[in-house]
């Protein structure tokens, strides 16, 4: 989390230098917690010359809150306000500012919705926003009496989800850990407090979107899905169903490592979180060593700025590679090779576009790989740029370009060694498979759902 202060006081990031050497994990090497020095750091007090209305008010710490009752993130972090005037009340007054615009009556309806216990103001000339310089709202300026005067002790331009935890450290840094509660969730801003090069990191993978995906295939309201692409379903301060905006959706920092991570003195392995989502009917071939580079901590630390915006829009795009879906290695050996226990099956695909895949080709397109590969199924799945010989051009889109590599499972017929259509959620292996081809491009009007419902007859093996 950037934070911002009346001081104006920006600290770099502390640089990691261009070394771009893996651990064992894959990882770039990085600098954990770079910024807790930082955070723990005392601050300098700034003065601040607050107008009477406020000062009156204004007799030991205070937690000023800015505020419009009508702004939405004001209404969405206001409960997370509560909750730390809750934790810290007995400790530090709170005071609620609402901004010039605000109408009496709106104020009203704020403070009954929300039930605020603290008093709240109003700032009809703008006197508070000109004395802290307050330019957007939510703020939050943290004052103290000084000296016959005032001065800011903090200040969060604007006021963020999870910054409650940033609050706690900066005015009693003497004990950090002692506000890492065991079992209690305090949301990805949170831990990027010090976590700031991981937090940005994790902002690029999959995990950051998990809970957007579940809303392309309207399942969001499904608690069978919901579960892996949040943080805490069911558990006290987890992901409450239906609450779209809150902090713990989308796979968090503490999926793997567990609420308020090892801070809290229950130190977990991240890695024993990965296959309770990741099993075999949600990932293909799922292993440690495949999936752990991709979490890389510190990746984009190792990105320019314009290097990380176009892979935040190819995630948010549907164009980001999805490596946990790719198939293992291994020989293609035909659909002669499936026929014995698939007859049905290799009869229907024979009279199907995908067994006549290469006759759409024109000539000059049959000598393209580019577009070869989507109308015929490579020798091997495996990486690496291929010619028009390393492909299966007679057989056109094949058994295992959906069904992946079949010599393993010739060899010893199991479940575990081929992809079948997941029975609770096919469309999470077998979509990558397919748009992997089937693009707006090429296939504008092509659907997922209507092209499952044509391969589900497939059955089982004979």
């Not at 103001?121 to 508070?128: E, I, M, N, V």
């Not at 590969?373 to 370009?401: K, L």
Request: glycine share 8%; charged share 20%; net charge negative.
């Amino acid at each position: 989390m950037t934070r911002s202060t009346l001081w104006l006081l920006l600290v770099a990031l502390l640089a990691l230098g261009a070394d771009t050497d893996r651990d064992a994990r894959g990882w770039h090497k990085g600098s954990p917690a770079a910024r807790t020095a930082q955070i723990l750091a005392p601050l300098e007090a700034v003065p601040v010359e607050l107008p009477a209305f406020v000062a009156d008010r204004v007799t030991r710490t205070t937690f000023l809150y800015y505020f419009s009752p009508t702004c939405p993130h004001c209404r969405a972090t206001i409960p997370e306000v509560i909750a730390l005037h809750g934790e810290i009340g007995d400790r530090v007054d709170f005071l609620g500012v609402a901004a010039a615009t605000a109408t009496a009556r709106q104020i009203s309806a704020f403070n009954k919705e929300f039930d605020v216990p603290f008093p709240v103001l109003h700032d009809a000339g703008r006197d508070f926003a000109e004395a802290v310089g307050a330019r957007s709202t939510p703020t939050v300026v943290i004052v103290e009496p000084r000296d016959g005067g005032f001065v800011a002790r903090d200040a969060y331009y604007p006021w963020r989800a999870g910054a409650g935890l940033m609050v706690k450290l900066s005015l009693w840094p003497e004990q950090p850990f002692s506000h890492f509660k065991p079992g209690t969730y305090l949301g990805p801003q949170a831990c990027g407090a010090c976590h700031e090069d991981e937090l940005l990191s994790w902002t690029l993978t999959h995990h950051a979107i998990a809970y957007r995906t579940l809303y392309m295939r309207d399942k969001a309201e499904d608690p069978k899905c919901v579960g892996c692409h949040v943080t805490g379903l069911g558990q006290p301060s987890g992901f409450v169903m239906g609450d779209h905006g809150s902090m713990m959706a989308n796979v968090t920092c503490e999926s793997c490592h567990s609420p308020g991570g090892p801070h809290d003195g229950e130190a977990v392995d991240a890695r024993e979180a990965c296959a309770g989502c990741h099993d075999a009917e949600h990932s293909i071939a799922f292993s440690l060593e495949k999936g752990l580079p991709h979490i890389d901590h510190y990746l984009a630390s190792h990105l320019t700025d314009a290097e990380q915006e176009a892979r935040w829009q190819a995630l948010v795009g549907g164009e980001a590679e999805r490596p946990l879906l790719a198939f293992p290695e291994g020989a293609n050996v035909g659909a002669a090779a499936c026929q014995s226990c698939h007859p049905a099956e290799v009869q229907a695909w024979q009279g199907s576009v995908h067994g006549h895949a290469m006759e759409r080709l024109d000539r000059k397109q049959q000598k393209d790989p580019d577009c070869v590969r989507c109308h015929a199924t490579p020798s091997r799945t495996a990486m690496g740029t291929r010619q028009i010989e390393d492909y299966r051009v007679d057989e056109s889109v094949g058994c295992e370009s959906c069904h992946g590599p079949g010599e393993r499972h010739v060899a010893s017929p199991t479940p575990s060694n081929i992809l079948g259509l997941g029975a609770s959620c096919p469309e999470c292996v077998i979509e990558e498979v397919c748009t992997s081809c089937h693009t707006p491009r090429w296939d504008a009007d092509w659907s997922l759902e209507e092209r499952l419902g044509a391969v589900k007859g497939h059955g089982p093996a004979r």
